[in-house]
């Protein structure tokens, strides 16, 4: 059983930033990418960042520049580095673990505010 833990999500005010952690059961070894993705109220996931087994990372368009995600496999956890924060980014951000039969697992999500 593959658990996603987040945490770091939380009030800002527009302008700042926050990290968000996922810390993953077992070793992210085994997962060739992991990222992060947020929903808001009515609309559909959105993709925010991934990471390969490699390092190899990719954005969303709203985030480039500002968000940055990274790992550390000794701890088995993945960070997103938020910095620049605007209202637009307010959302339930969840971690993802995808395998390598393209299956995956999700956190919890955890909420992440910016007031303007």
């Known amino acids: 059983q593959v658990q996603l833990v987040e945490s770091g999500g939380g009030l800002v005010q527009a302008g700042g930033s926050l990290r968000l952690s996922c810390e993953v059961s077992?070793?992210?070894?085994?997962?060739?990418?992991l990222g992060w993705s947020r929903q808001t109220p009515g609309k559909q996931r959105e993709l925010v960042a991934t990471?390969?087994?490699?390092?190899?990372?990719t954005y969303g368009d709203s985030v480039k520049g500002r968000f940055t995600i990274s790992r550390d496999n000794a701890k088995n956890t993945v960070y997103l580095q938020m910095n620049s924060l605007k209202p637009e980014d307010t959302a339930v951000y969840y971690c993802?673990?995808?395998?390598?039969?393209?299956?995956?697992?999700w956190g919890q999500g955890t909420q992440v505010t910016v007031s303007s």
């Open positions: 993802k673990a995808e395998n390598l039969y393209r299956y995956s697992y």
């Open positions: 077992g070793s992210i070894d085994r997962f060739p990418s």
């Open positions: 990471i390969s087994s490699g390092g190899m990372t």
